[in-house]
């Protein structure tokens, strides 16, 4: 894949969602997850970051939402990509929320969470596909 444009790139190693999520699992029942570049790109400078209240150790279902970012043009509600348990958060991100424009799929990740089911990973979005509607639709 040739490397895109700024706010475009798309790590081969994760799935993505239709709203700008992605996850990287790093162990057989756990993944990464944070906001994609692309995302972080069109909404800007992130000023604010807000986990919901006690949500770790709390049971999600796939698309409810996690945690709240916000920048000068807009505030966005980041979901969990599938359903499982939110097992830890970055608060280094919450602290500094500039990490998640510096380093997106770094430093800027948002939270770990325990997937209850693999099978929810094959409704997810691979790389190409994911390039293809960032690049086709134009909007977040």
């Given at each position: 894949?040739?490397?895109?444009?700024?706010?475009?790139?798309?790590?081969?190693?994760?799935?993505?969602t239709d709203?700008?999520?992605?996850?990287?699992?790093?162990?057989?029942?756990?993944?990464?997850?944070?906001?994609?570049?692309?995302?972080?790109?069109?909404l800007g400078?992130i000023v604010?970051?807000?986990?919901?209240?006690?949500?770790?150790?709390?049971?999600?279902?796939?698309?409810?939402?996690?945690?709240?970012?916000?920048?000068?043009?807009?505030?966005?509600?980041?979901?969990?990509?599938?359903?499982?348990?939110?097992?830890?958060?970055?608060?280094?991100?919450?602290?500094?929320?500039?990490?998640?424009?510096?380093?997106?799929?770094?430093?800027?990740?948002?939270?770990?969470?325990?997937?209850?089911?693999?099978?929810?990973?094959?409704?997810?979005?691979?790389?190409?596909?994911?390039?293809?509607?960032?690049?086709?639709?134009?909007?977040?």
């Open positions: 894949m040739k490397k895109p444009e700024r706010g475009m790139n798309v790590p081969d190693d994760l799935l993505y709203n700008h999520e992605w996850i990287r699992m790093i162990d057989d029942i756990t993944g990464i997850c944070g906001l994609t570049d692309y995302a972080q790109n069109n400078e604010f970051v807000e986990f919901i209240n006690n949500i770790v150790h709390t049971k999600v279902e796939t698309r409810e939402t996690v945690l709240i970012v916000e920048s000068p043009k807009a505030t966005a509600d980041l979901f969990a990509p599938v359903s499982g348990i939110i097992v830890t958060v970055n608060r280094d991100a919450e602290d500094s929320p500039e990490l998640i424009n510096d380093d997106p799929y770094g430093d800027g990740w948002l939270f770990k969470i325990e997937i209850r089911d693999r099978a929810e990973l094959d409704d997810l979005m691979g790389p190409d596909e994911y390039m293809e509607m960032i690049t086709g639709s134009g909007v977040v």
